[in-house]
């Protein structure tokens, strides 16, 4: 067999050629036409206009070429949907062929036409093969489920095929029931109606029965969807476990990664005294450690997760370090990963070990590696305190190998060092200041004027040192022109009598010469402070500082929670979450999969808050969003300009609910050209309060190393009902009773075609609570409760009228006139 | 799940391109080659995240296979389906070539068609797929109502890898025990990490669907004997003759044949074995490893323009056993002008190109010793950085299992068929070959 040959074809007259050869008579020819169809296709080139030629040679017995026709028309069918009708006819006769083989052939490839004319004439063959006495054709029709939902999710939901896929959970064969899990898990994600799985006891059960049969890949599809369920209590959670382990040897890592996640997250739930506490976690470490006897890449992903897991359950792994020592072969990005594992493994017990490695990464080849292992024996000093002092020597070592990066790294780690032990190591600032000359990366160069600055009293010549880097004063990066700024007064409030000069000259350079606000407005600061009172001056310039911390970039705890209930995912790879990089994700949690329709337009979308035109190449696209009861400010800041942008803040104007961040931006890195990052801001509503209009508008301050930039947005207001809004139902009486009818408003909402178990299903998951239901008339009546942040409660009734999209509401509130808006806004 | 799957040559043409989603259009394939095989630096990461898809690659020779997709999938499932596609086409048309996948693009489309379904992974054992993707259309056609539900109810079956019927006439099985040693020595001589990464392979030609038990010295289980007290395992492992009854396994996983909750309630190894040749477990030990040469190197550098370099290797076993294909790699500093060694057995040659001298032995027996010294000439440079002294590594093969892993049964029942375990010709071979194994110098 030499298909190459098709791959090789003549450019002129091609097309027309290939249609001659397409009606040949002879059956050989005109496979041989199709697969030059087919070859031509893969490279790329638009052989659509063939389309009634190849679908003629559709009629045929020869299975091979069916396929490959097959092939064909699920590219084209979507660019020539009428064409695509003349197909069908062939694939419902397929559909009830007496070999199993072709008649699953059929349903797959039908399901993979997306046209919507043939998925009307796909429901009944589909129908028929969810009940195939063949488990071959079940198995594939269950996946054709999941594609014909993809394409038509009324349709899916109309034609009742979510309970016959629900029934196939049960089936008798291990490969339908794990694709119907699949199939299922996926039509829930983006499914607004919730407990589509129905993980209940009994099916869970089921799945664990089938784990131990099916395919690799079906025990991956159920141990993801097992990791999705809720243990009622932990005898349940540890009965669960008992059954998964035994994954831990599957030779497959995924298999076993995902095993790894049942585990962590039915840890949470089992008592950490118990016996069976301890043995699981002894037996989480053995397979992770196997995991990086696999292959590069699983390697990578595996190391990734391990990062997260070590975070999580640092005891886990805490014996096993010598396991993520690099080899002198590993690709670089296994390299990277663990050395930043090694870095979270570090202790008291390892240190030397640890230290003796790093030395030897701190002489290799990638430049990278090199910082990255100069920087990890810093951060050793800073966490492991016994050990600062052989990592002092090692980076002096390191200094005296001349290599300019790698002294540079050292520089600036050796800064933090001094923060974090004062007064300790003073005596090596010698040895820094011999290679003055050789910095040239901003970095290095911030960390050593902030050393002399700081150091001024002990240095003889840190005048001369400094005055060295002001010659190029315009040319330094801002961080070095701050850095150096205050150095320089630094300098001045410890020796005032040589360096007055010194000191007019920075004065005059950041405050007149500049362009840069920053710059400028810390000069007149500085300027003003030292001209008016120097004895303050030198309690604000030269005030203690606090001690900086020992750990380093751990991930936040919240999302640390939200990426171990992803392991083996993703987003366990980039280590964010998956709305940071998948479109109209909701999250697999499936409360935060089902919020209510309207809302979810609300705010799943990310809008743009500050297009980049008017903010000089910044863009800030957002929403906010309420996860495990903190409010956050989900932000992706992306850099359209031609420079870097460092150097970032953000502030908001006093508003209604006097919501303020918590953290500051959390952006630490520079942001290259193009680049955009994720970012997660966690909220608070202990800020100042002024009442806004519209009542939920959010004024914000963003600035970076450019300017400073405004932009207002509009916070929904189901981010700040609470969760313990659900009143007694009592109290409830009296309130609803007590409440003057002049704070009531009606209102409709229009077009919702929800019972009122889901309605309330869907309240409670934006924490709207249903306090009671009541039949009357035939009418559903649902109370309802809310709290707000700021303590005001609101109460509600709805009524819901069967075969009426259109709902009644009424809602009563105790507050003043600020709720009436408020009331407005939540639907 | 995966919405896409490509393969591409070294020039970043397509060989394949086959989308299972609508969320990712032809410009994936466009933008998976301007960014990754071309790009300008190396690519950094096996993931890579291109306005918001994402593609994961694996590079076989050079061919580029990449999987596409715009969720959160599992990425451990994603790497994994990827090698088990390799898998699938070297089982069927050998290496994985620009060529040979030019030459078989039919069939790749016509696998990637049944193993992958709207980018979910299927049964991808070769042996099930090869009794109904021929590649001989019509013949398909002609198998009798039986034969095709034999086909699928293997395919979605509970023992996927095997198929019913399977005869021969002379029932044979043979075990291999491969091991990979993997050392880091620091120069004095002290193990920084070793391990030792083992692999079962079994190549069973055996009729019907036999039942297989495999057992080993491993020490949980045999503590567990121990404590019963039975005097005929003690004199068993006695004969086994390393003078170690029984090794600490410090984690295995199964070929999925093997029923994994049997084993983690017994731990015995029970299972119904594929037809042919495939892996049944591997495993990982740390302790008591028998390290089978040891490196001493003596490096010194004579002024700015000289190295001396002294490299001593020690074997380390029972004196009748020959170890082969000894390879020792000395690396040499990029300005090396010339090099002149000696070496008491074996040759030994500089090699210019990989910065190496690269000294083989073919046969060396237990407990010898043997040393190699080169005077290294090099070029005066004024490049301040210091020669960054890579590990010297070791290549080699031993007749034994370093781990000190023994095979103490492996007996098949096949109630059904006419022969009992004794009929049955077992072979059990152990070869530990070198890992990766360094000494630094």
Sequence with gaps: MTDSKYFTTNKKGEIFELKAELNNEKKEKRKEAVKKVI??????????????????????????????????????????????????????????????????????????????????????????????????????????????????????????????????????????????????????????????????????????????????????????????????????????????????????????????????????????????????????????????????????????????????????LKQEIKVFFVKYNDPIYVKLEKLDIMIRLASQANIAQVLAELKEYATEVDVDFVRKAVRAIGRCAIKVEQ????????????????????????????????????????????????????????????????????????????????????????????????TLLTAIVKLFLKKPSETQELVQQVLSLATQDSDNPDLRDRGYIYWRLLSTDPVTAKEVVLSEKPLISEETDLIEPTLLDELICHIGSLASVYHKPPNAFVEGSHGIHQHSADQFA????????????????????????????????????????????LQHMTDFAIQFNKNSFGVIPTTPLPIHTPL?????????????????????????????????????????????????????????????????????????????????????????????????????????????????????????????????????????GKKKTNATAFSYKLMVHIF | MIGGLFIYNHKGEVLISRVYRDDIGRNAVDAFRVNVIHARQQVRSPVTNIARTSFFHVKRSNIWLAAVTKQNVNAAMVFEFLYKMCDVMTAYFGKISEENIKNNFVLIYELLDEILDFGYPQNSETGALKTFITQQGIKSQHHTKEEQSQITSQVTGQIGWRREGIKYRRNELFLDVLESVNLLMSPQGQVLSAHVSGRVVMKSYLSGMPECKFGMNDKIVIDKQGKGGTADDAGKSELGGSGKQSIAIDDCTFHQCVRLSKFDSERSISFIPPDGEYELMRYRTTKDIILPFRVIPLVREVGRTKLEVKVVIK????????????????????????????????KAKYKASENAIVWKIKRMAGMKESQISAEIELLPTNDKKKWARPPISMNFEVPFAPSGLKVRYLKVFEPKLNYSDHDVIKWVRYIGRSGIYETRC
């Excluded at chain 1, 016959?164 to 829930?188: F, G, H, K, Q, T």
């Excluded at chain 1, 808050?609 to 800030?620: N, Y």
Aim: some cysteine.
């Design chain 1, 39 to 316: 070859a031509a296709m893969t490279v790329g080139k638009d052989v659509s206009s063939l389309f009634p030629d190849v679908v003629n040679c559709m009629q045929t017995d020869n299975l091979e070429l069916k396929k490959l026709v097959y092939l064909y028309l699920m590219n084209y069918a979507k660019s020539q949907p009428d064409m695509a009708i003349m197909a069908v006819n062939s694939f419902v006769k397929d559909c009830e062929d007496p070999n199993p083989l072709i008649r699953a052939l059929a349903v797959r490839t039908m399901g993979c036409i997306r046209v919507d004319k043939i998925t009307e004439y796909l429901c009944e063959p589909l129908r028929k093969c969810l009940k195939d006495e063949d488990p071959y054709v079940r198995k594939t029709a269950a996946v054709c489920v999941a594609k014909l939902h993809d394409i038509n999710a009324q349709m899916v939901e109309d034609q009742g095929f979510l309970d016959s896929l629900r029934d196939l959970i049960a089936d008798s064969n291990p490969m339908v029931v794990a694709n119907a899990v699949a199939a299922l898990s996926e039509i829930s994600e983006s499914h607004p109606n919730s407990n589509l799985l129905d993980l209940n006891p009994q099916n869970i059960n089921k799945l664990l029965t089938a784990l131990n049969e099916c395919t690799e890949w079906g025990q991956i599809f159920i141990l993801d969807c097992l990791s999705n369920y809720n243990p009622k209590d932990e005898r349940e959670a540890q009965s669960i476990c008992e059954r998964v382990t035994p994954r831990l040897s599957h030779a497959n890592s995924a298999v076993v990664l995902s095993a790894v996640k049942v585990l962590m997250k039915f840890l949470e739930l089992l008592p950490k005294d118990s016996d069976y506490y301890g043995t699981l976690l002894k037996k989480l470490s053995p397979p992770l450690v196997t995991l990086l006897s696999g292959e590069p890449e699983v390697q990578y992903v595996a190391l990734r997760n391990i990062n997260l897991i070590v975070q999580k359950r640092p005891e886990i």
């Design chain 1, 387 to 482: 050990s600062a002092e052989r990592c002092v020597s090692t980076l002096l070592d390191l200094i005296q190998t001349k290599v300019n990066y790698v002294v540079q790294e050292a520089i600036v780690v050796i800064r933090d060092i001094f923060r974090k032990y004062p007064n300790k190591y003073e005596s090596i600032i010698a040895t820094l200041c011999e290679n003055l000359d050789s910095l040239d990366e901003p970095d290095a160069r911030a960390a050593m004027i902030w050393i002399v600055g700081e150091y001024a009293e002990r240095i003889d010549n840190a005048d001369e040192l400094l005055e060295s880097f002001l010659e190029g004063f315009h040319d330094e990066s801002t961080q070095v022109q701050l």
């Design chain 1, 598 to 641: 309207i809302m979810k337009q609300y705010f799943s979308v990310l809008q743009v808050w500050l297009p980049a035109t008017k903010a000089k190449g910044l863009e800030i696209a957002g929403t906010f969003s309420r996860r495990q009861g903190h409010m956050y400010m989900d932000m992706t800041f992306i850099n359209k300009a």
């Design chain 1, 672 to 808: 290259m050209p193009n680049q955009s990052i994720d970012i997660s801001l966690p909220l608070s509503t202990i800020g100042p309060v002024m009442k806004m209009d519209p009542l939920n508008n959010l004024q914000v301050a963003v600035k970076n190393i450019i300017d400073v930039f405004y932009f207002s947005c509009l916070i929904p207001l189901n981010i700040f009902f609470v969760e313990d809004g659900k009143m007694e139902r009592q109290v409830f009486l009296v309130t609803w009773k007590d409440i003057p009818n002049e704070n009531e408003l009606q209102y409709q909402i229009k077009e919702c075609h929800l019972n009122a178990d889901t309605v309330s299903g869907k309240l409670q998951n934006n924490n709207i609570f249903t306090i009671a239901k009541r039949n009357v008339e035939g009418q559903d009546m649902l109370y309802q409760s809310l709290k707000l942040t700021n303590g005001i409660w609101i109460l509600a009734e709805l009524r819901i009228q069967p075969g009426n999209p259109n709902y009644t």
């Design chain 2, 315 to 346: 074997s380390n076993f029972k004196p009748s056993l020959l170890a082969q294909k000894i390879e020792v790699r000395i690396p040499t500093p990029l300005n090396t002008s010339g090099v002149q060694v000696i070496c008491m057995k074996g």
